[in-house]
């Protein structure tokens, strides 16, 4: 199994600032993802983090909204920038294990507010 | 991606069996059926996935249909702690094609 810390956990923001969140984990894995879970919602996912290269953007969501850099392969970061209070929402980092059992393993999530 | 379809909610009395269904009518050959279950305030936890034959573990069992086109997650003992939102996700276990599309799931309560 795979263990996912994320930083956050959880903080209010001001309309118009940029918040980075981070997800550390415990050991390599191959993909990391990032969903976004609105109040309500099922999750979304924003994107997929590959280590070296720029991220893989699902339809809505775009590098200057969603930054995110994946330096190696345990640790990712999340930015979202100029926020409004629509982008409050829970934040996830999802992994997949070595192991390619077909486990996807997800953090405990960042909840940000935007006032 | 292929598109599974789930009742929005169920409810079930507790230490019961629990038969959670979902239908995906449009499977490829190349994917595999996966359930994740979110608790309340966490993050997605994996349940089962299989690709043809039934599956079971410490969890739950799952129940594939012979054409694939459906499935049933059988939760044995339905306990307080089984109260969480359950997915159905079809997976391309194709290197690359890794990720996971949530749809809406199922709102599962369990009645003490």
């Known amino acids: 199994s795979a263990v996912i810390s994320q930083k956050p956990s959880r903080d209010i923001c001001q309309r118009g600032t940029s918040l980075t969140i981070q997800c550390q984990v415990d050991?390599?894995?191959?993909?990391m993802f990032w969903y976004r879970q609105q109040p309500g919602q099922s999750l979304t996912l924003i994107a997929t983090?590959?280590?070296?290269?720029?991220?893989?953007?699902e339809s809505g969501f775009v590098i200057d909204k969603f930054p995110i850099s994946r330096p190696n392969l345990t640790f990712s970061t999340l930015t979202v920038s100029n926020m409004s209070p629509e982008d409050s929402s829970i934040y996830l980092c999802?992994?997949?294990?070595?192991?390619?059992?077909?486990?996807?393993?997800f953090g405990e999530g960042s909840r940000l507010t935007v006032l | 991606d292929a598109k599974t379809t789930q009742p929005n909610s169920m409810e079930s009395n507790e230490e019961e069996p629990v038969h959670l269904p979902c239908n995906h009518s449009?499977?490829?050959?190349?994917?595999?059926i996966h359930w994740y279950r979110q608790l309340p305030s966490q993050g997605p936890e994996y349940v089962i996935h299989?690709?043809?034959s039934n599956v079971n573990n410490r969890m739950a069992s799952l129940a594939i249909a012979e054409d694939r086109k459906s499935s049933t997650l059988i939760l044995h003992r339905a306990t307080l702690r089984d109260a969480a939102v359950y997915y159905c996700?079809?997976?391309?276990?194709?290197?690359?094609?890794?990720?996971?599309?949530f749809g809406t799931g199922t709102r599962l309560t369990i009645i003490p």
């Open positions: 999802s992994v997949s294990g070595l192991a390619n059992t077909g486990e996807l393993f």
């Open positions: 050991s390599q894995v191959t993909m």
């Open positions: 983090a590959n280590q070296g290269s720029e991220a893989t953007y």
């Open positions: 449009t499977i490829s050959g190349t994917d595999y």
């Open positions: 299989g690709l043809t």
């Open positions: 996700i079809l997976r391309d276990n194709n290197f690359g094609n890794e990720k996971l599309t």
